[in-house]
């Protein structure tokens, strides 16, 4: 269970270094029609995703205790995760949702199914030291890597075209951008920055000298994180159809010649309809959270959890609705080019969630849910008068844009010298 928890969280936090800049160089590849560069750059992330994953690795293994083979397993079990980002993020901006759902579906069911069969099964005749977990954390990795087939045989059949010459050239937007670095980024680190403090606070425990965990608030957050999941759902769904459908006319008048007429009609649909949209979000997460918070107590029981769980899980649960809220304001702020913003917010979410988490440690468990809460809700207040303020005004934004001008090439030539270092 640490080996596949570690792995899920350091490798969102390694995809946060690029997700949002590779993002932005796949739209505007569709958007100017430049499908020969997708397959390149989907080779770049691929090699530069391997090398921060062996690097976060090589630091693992420098306080690991874990025996060779579980290490190895460990090493191949991240690899798979980092490189299942990788071709969701890619397969997702091709709009390929169907093939991401079923390489997802077929995996975890191949995965359930392999760790039930381990541990109804192989259990009995496994008595070598760690042969359980190894024989678990393979049974896991093994449909892991199905999910890795079935979306790496989809981007073949999604993208023909598959050069792989200048294969780093979306280095040149980590200059153009940096704020899309910086917002992935700080994200992501501030998602888990909160655990990680508390993985060293009273009451945690270090397994095998290897893997430092806090059983209370781990269960807590785990629980709390799936009662946002329909949120991403609904968010993906609305912003496809009514949102988009809106914000395309408005951007099509500006971009095309409408008149100012057009434009602010345009403007008002367009805010009305993200209005509603939002509204129902916050809506039906809300009361999802309400009715989670309402029946928690008995679920808890029926579980076998502790109290002191399910008192964390009460925060967590308020801290997870607002976080969801914060990614889906950031992610609509991007929408309308409001990078400073969305830096500024994802800055703002990572500053709180350590300084509180630090500043409650003191309060043990009364603390540690109440921290996250706190922190994401101020964020989530920021992000959304943030996003009221900016697309108020969003005809002068839109007008008044410049190019960034990069304040540096250092990414830049990076990107030359690896293109050439791979041509030769």
Not at 39 to 49: H, I, N, R, S
Request: net charge neutral.
């Amino acid at each position: 269970m640490l080996a596949v928890s570690y792995s899920f969280i350091f490798s969102q936090v390694i995809l946060g270094v690029q997700q949002l800049v590779v993002t932005r160089y796949l739209a505007d590849c569709f958007y100017e029609k430049r499908y020969e560069d997708i397959f390149p750059a989907y080779v770049g992330m691929t090699k530069t995703t391997g090398v921060l994953a062996s690097v976060a690795f090589l630091v693992f293994l420098s306080f690991s205790d874990l025996p060779v083979l579980l290490n190895m397993l460990a090493f191949v079990l991240f690899m798979t995760i980092n490189l299942i980002w990788v071709h969701f993020l890619f397969l997702s901006a091709a709009k390929f949702y169907q093939a991401v759902a079923y390489s997802f579906l077929i995996g975890g069911v191949i995965a359930v199914s392999a760790v039930l069969v381990t541990d109804r099964w192989l259990m009995p005749f496994l008595t070598a030291p760690y042969a359980k977990s190894i024989a678990l954390t393979a049974s896991m990795t093994f449909g892991l890597i199905v999910t890795l087939f079935g979306l790496f045989t989809s981007m073949l059949l999604t993208f023909p075209r598959r050069g792989t010459r200048d294969a780093f050239a979306y280095f040149s937007y980590f200059d153009r951008y940096p704020a899309l670095f910086w917002t992935g980024f700080l994200y992501n680190i501030g998602v888990w920055v909160g655990t990680w403090i508390i993985w060293f606070a009273p009451g945690s425990s270090a397994h095998l000298d290897t893997f430092r965990y806090h059983p209370v608030y781990d269960t807590a957050i785990f629980l709390s994180y799936l009662t946002i999941i329909q949120t991403m759902t609904i968010f993906v769904v609305s912003v496809e159809t009514r949102f988009y459908e809106r914000y395309r006319m408005f951007y099509g008048y500006t971009n095309e010649g409408g008149t100012y007429q057009q434009i602010l009609r345009a403007k008002g649909a367009m805010i009305l309809v993200l209005r509603q949209e939002l509204q129902r979000l916050f809506r039906n997460q809300g009361l999802v959270t309400l009715l989670v918070l309402l029946f928690s107590s008995g679920v808890f029981v029926y579980l076998g959890l502790s109290p002191e769980s399910h008192d964390v899980f009460q925060m967590t649960t308020i801290g997870a609705f607002s976080n969801a809220m914060v990614l889906v304001l950031t992610l609509v702020l991007l929408y309308f080019e409001d990078h400073r913003g969305a830096a500024f917010t994802s800055l703002l979410f990572l500053s709180l969630n350590a300084l509180l988490t630090i500043a409650l440690l003191p309060l043990a468990e009364d603390g540690f849910g109440l921290s996250f809460a706190i922190g994401s809700t101020i964020a989530f207040a920021f992000a959304l008068s943030r996003l009221m303020w900016y697309i108020n005004e969003i005809d002068y934004h839109t007008f008044s844009r410049m190019e960034p001008r990069p304040l540096t090439e250092t990414f830049t030539r990076v990107g030359d010298w690896l293109n050439q270092r791979s041509a030769s």
